[in-house]
């Protein structure tokens, strides 16, 4: 099992650029999430999704958004991409069983300038 | 709102010695709680959790204390090794409902050798 991936690694974009961060999980599980930490915070949930088809916003939804057409991929699109922007992005996942630990992802380490 | 508060961003202890982690919360609605250990560069990696049933629970070195009137839990290390120096979050959330983690702003331990 890969676990969780995530693609790129790093991402340098240009104010007013576009782009779609790839999640991936191979563990069959129902629910997916994306955070953002900035530094010397903690995560920020940004999005999630309970199922394929099904998706919600968390604390901080501006400027993004994501679709889960299938189990195992919940890409992150941002459109006009602010400095604000700029921060560690992490994917999770877990089962929809009754303990509730979150597998995570690399991360994507992303700077709008 | 910080609902979720790790109040001390760093802590350094000699190896072999006990490594005591605090974590707040404000919201009683909160039923499961999660510590994650993340290191420079991955993803967060779960640690230990702890159902609001319970008031301790343990996994070799690591254990999590619950008190559930003051708001309050804490993981301890014992005894503490260098390669567990890392950024440790605790998280919360609600088993049933909302399918939402609400982290801490992360506490950095040094284990000094």
């Known amino acids: 099992n890969a676990g969780v991936t995530q693609t790129p690694k790093f991402r340098i974009l240009k104010i007013g650029q576009s782009m779609t961060l790839q999640c991936a999980q191979d563990?069959?599980?129902?629910?997916m999430y994306w955070y953002r930490q900035d530094p010397g915070m903690g995560l920020k949930l940004i999005y999630y999704?309970?199922?394929?088809?099904?998706?919600d916003k968390g604390e901080v939804p501006n400027g993004y958004n994501v679709s889960r057409s299938t189990t195992e991929d919940f890409p992150l699109r941002l459109e006009l991409a602010a400095p604000s922007q700029t921060s560690v992005y992490f994917c999770?996942?877990?089962?929809?069983?009754?303990?509730?630990?979150?597998?995570f992802g690399p991360g994507t380490r992303l700077t709008v300038t | 709102d910080q609902q979720v508060k790790q109040n001390s961003p760093s802590l350094s202890v000699q190896e072999g010695r006990i490594s005591i982690l605090n974590c707040d919360y404000t919201?009683?609605?909160?039923?499961?709680f999660l510590w994650y250990k993340k290191y420079p560069a991955e993803g967060p990696t779960f640690l230990i959790s702890?159902?609001?049933?319970?008031d301790k629970n343990e996994d070799g070195r690591f254990t999590v204390f619950l008190n559930k009137s003051a708001k309050h839990l804490s993981l301890h290390i014992v005894p503490s090794q260098p390669g567990d120096s890392a950024v440790y979050f605790c998280?919360?959330?609600?088993?049933?409902?909302?399918?939402?983690?609400?982290f801490g702003t992360g506490t950095r331990l040094k284990v000094l050798a």
């Open positions: 999770a996942s877990r089962t929809s069983g009754r303990m509730p630990e979150q597998y």
């Open positions: 563990m069959n599980h129902n629910y």
């Open positions: 999704s309970v199922g394929a088809g099904i998706t």
């Open positions: 919201n009683s609605m909160f039923d499961y």
């Open positions: 702890i159902s609001s049933i319970k």
């Open positions: 998280a919360a959330t609600r088993v049933s409902g909302t399918y939402k983690y609400i």
